[in-house]
């Protein structure tokens, strides 16, 4: 009986989290959350605005430069960054617990990244709705909302993106 009623009371719990709604004409459209604005230091030198980005399926990766296993998914981004269209589709880097800036620009030549990387900060990461481990992903739709967080790397996760980008374009 306690068992029926806990799983009861966690079903009703979680039917009030869906994401989701059902429109008029019965299609299903998602209550996403906006991924944060951001105006974050660039490497080597400048800036990203995410205003920069509106329009395009973005992946923001964040990642640290002593995580290996962040360290080990660099080739499956520069293979998502190289072939797609660069005019609807973005990845970004965004760094974060890896050091003062120019300790980072010191490391980043031998990671062989071919996208854009920046400097995270607090705002940025609590805008994303925080991450609770290395690396984390996420997949921002042309609306600049969030449509999906990926924990993790490896080939899994780039084939799970590359559904994710053939669902948003």
């Not at 991924?35 to 990766?61: H, I, T, Y």
């Not at 293979?79 to 797609?84: P, V």
């Not at 854009?116 to 805008?127: C, L, S, W």
Request: proline share 6%.
């Amino acid at each position: 009986m306690k068992n029926t009623l806990l799983l009861s009371l966690l079903a009703v719990s979680l039917a009030g989290c869906s994401a989701s709604v059902t429109t008029s004409d019965g299609e299903i459209a998602s209550d996403r959350t906006p991924a944060p604005p951001f105006e974050l230091s660039a490497f080597p030198d400048g800036v990203l605005n995410s205003d920069e980005l509106r329009g395009k399926v973005v992946v923001v990766d964040f990642w640290a430069t002593w995580c290996q296993p962040c360290i080990a998914e660099i080739p499956h981004l520069n293979a998502l960054h190289n072939e797609q269209d660069p005019d609807e589709f973005a990845v970004i880097g965004i760094t974060i617990e890896s050091g003062a800036y120019d300790d980072i620009q010191a490391e980043l030549g031998r990671f062989g990244i071919e996208y854009p990387v920046v400097m995270g900060d607090e705002a940025v990461v609590d805008g994303f709705g925080g991450i609770l481990g290395f690396p984390t992903k996420f997949v921002v739709a042309p609306d600049w909302t969030i449509y999906k967080r990926h924990f993790g790397g490896g080939e899994h996760i780039k084939e799970q993106i590359e559904q994710d980008i053939a669902d948003l374009l």
